[in-house]
């Protein structure tokens, strides 16, 4: 009896033990506020304006989002680890959508104590990781920030509007989460932390059906969405460094096409170079991006300077590529203990389909102000503007057939609060 109950006692006090050991938290970000704007949108020498104020739940500052994380200890400084993360959605009737986009982190890896760690999902890539940490105004979702930079659609203006303020194109400067990952970041030594990522989805299956005489898309075949990416960082006193190359190969980020000899190119939308047609081209690309970013901590505020730039090419053609580059400045501080704010400037230019084909110029600012309640809870105010040169479209023969152009500004007043 003595034993039972000694044997009993001993087991409860291993599952204790266990419990203690292995952690999960939950955490998440509500973000709401009211959101204004207007845009000026000129396409093949016609201008359409509009304007727009409303409430919304999508957030400014940041995305609402839930998310779960857990850690076990595994003994000797190696422990298992993993995070669930969905976007909120709380102007929808689905509070959490099922939607792929709102899958924003999904992976499970392990941790060794002194080397690093390694996960595998769908993940944030290490330049997102390397623009979150450099950029002063801190990957939010208002227009006029040119390197993580968003594409504002009040109203329906601009082909390719969504009418919301708060339009899904992280992925407009470069490739920020991607699936079928494996990710590996290395613990700080000297002042430097590495990281890589390498995705691994090939695809192969018999052709169904062969490329018609209008260009029709081929069913079947070869689909190799692949891709990798290398970053370091370097911390030397005040002075940060980071630094990130990623390569993938995946169907066409941008969705530019091709009908009847004449190419489109389009801002204000989504997809930055618009459709002319149904005969896509490219829908097979190398997209390489390249990121680096510096900050200095002066004490009173941080000062920070980026550049971005992405070039996606078409794998069966050359000639036929999208580049987007960017530069920015930035300074970033606390006014009081209570008063937190940000000022950014960036420009850049946008390249397509070679020589004699459209380039656009654009400018962006950004202002914000965080005044914090507590450390979790905080309201907000942040405006923003973004403009784009004239710039002719031109067909194959290189006649212009129209002139374009975009100014958009966005306005945001909310609360955020962390948990």
Do not use: C
């Not at 102007?91 to 099922?98: E, G, K, L, R």
């Not at 450099?134 to 969504?162: C, E, F, K, L």
């Not at 991006?289 to 550049?307: C, E, M, P, R, S």
């Amino acid at each position: 009896m003595k034993k039972t109950l000694l044997m009993a006692f001993a087991t409860g006090a291993l599952a204790s033990t266990a419990q203690a050991q292995s952690t999960v938290t939950a955490y998440g970000i509500m973000d709401a506020s009211v959101v204004g704007g207007n845009q000026k949108y000129v396409a093949n020498n016609l201008q359409t304006k509009s304007t727009a104020i409303l409430f919304t739940g999508a957030g400014a500052e940041n995305t609402s989002r839930l998310g779960f994380r857990g850690v076990e200890d595994l003994g000797g400084g190696l422990s298992a680890l993993f995070t669930i993360e969905v976007g909120i959605t709380p102007d929808s009737t689905a509070a959490i959508s099922t939607a792929s986009t709102q899958n924003r982190q999904t992976f499970v890896g392990l941790k060794k104590e002194g080397v690093g760690n390694f996960a595998i999902g769908t993940q944030f890539t290490p330049m997102f990781g390397a623009v979150a940490v450099s950029s002063a105004a801190q990957t939010n979702n208002m227009i006029g920030d040119v390197i993580y930079s968003r594409n504002y659609t009040p109203g329906s203006a601009g082909p390719g509007a969504t009418g919301s303020f708060t339009a899904n194109d992280n992925n407009l400067s470069f490739t920020a989460r991607i699936a079928n990952a494996l990710t590996l970041n290395t613990e700080k030594i000297g002042g430097f932390q590495g990281h890589a990522i390498l995705v691994l989805n090939n695809q192969n299956s018999t052709q169904a059906t062969t490329i018609s005489s209008n260009g029709a898309a081929v069913t079947g075949g070869v689909n190799n969405q692949n891709g990798w990416g290398l970053g370091a960082d370097y911390t030397y006193n005040k002075l940060f460094l980071t630094g990130v190359y990623q390569s993938f190969s995946a169907t066409n980020p941008y969705a530019y096409t091709q009908a009847g000899g004449v190419t489109t190119f389009t801002t204000g939308a989504p997809t930055i170079f618009g459709v002319a047609g149904a005969n896509t081209l490219g829908t097979n690309v190398h997209d390489n991006q390249g990121y680096v970013g510096a900050t200095y901590d002066f004490g009173i505020l941080k000062a920070y300077a980026n550049w971005v730039t992405r070039k996606a090419t078409d794998s069966l053609n050359s000639s036929y590529y999208v580049n987007r580059q960017a530069e920015q400045i930035g300074v970033r501080g606390f006014i009081t203990p209570t008063i937190e704010s940000w000022a950014v400037a960036g420009l850049g230019s946008y390249k397509a389909y070679g020589q004699g084909q459209p380039t656009a110029n654009f400018n962006a600012w950004q202002l914000g102000v965080n005044y914090w309640l507590s450390k979790r809870t905080n309201l907000y105010a942040i405006v923003g503007v973004e403009n784009t040169s004239n710039y002719s479209t031109v067909n194959t023969s290189g006649v212009a057939t129209g002139t374009n152009s975009a100014n958009q500004n966005g306005y945001a007043i909310g609360v955020r609060h962390t948990f």
